[in-house]
């Protein structure tokens, strides 16, 4: 979840149901990002960022619209608020 469990925010978010991280297998084919070429453009600019740590890093939030199948998840976890 991209929100404290303790915000506002979290807190209306985590009365659906409980907050989790699925770590599952994606098909690079079907996810899609906003720039063109994503995947060439973070390989390079990662590389050069372990040469020359002042190198400007790129990196993309990604999603997929086709559903992951849960015979394919690799775990899950509930997250927890810390209070």
């Known amino acids: 979840m991209c929100f404290e469990l303790d915000d506002p ?3 209306k978010l985590g009365a659906i ?7 599952c ?3 690079p084919n079907k996810v899609k ?3 063109e070429y994503p995947w060439g453009k973070i390989l390079v600019s990662s ?3 372990l040469i020359n740590p002042k190198a400007n ?7 997929q ?3 992951a199948k849960p015979e394919h998840i690799v775990s899950l976890n509930v997250l927890k608020s810390e209070s």
């Open 33 to 35: 990002t906003y720039i």
């Open 25 to 27: 297998p994606l098909d």
């Open 65 to 67: 619209s086709v559903p």
């Open 17 to 23: 149901g409980e907050p989790m991280v699925i770590r």
């Open 47 to 49: 590389f050069h960022a």
């Open 9 to 11: 925010l979290g807190v």
């Open 57 to 63: 890093r790129i990196d993309q939030d990604r999603h």
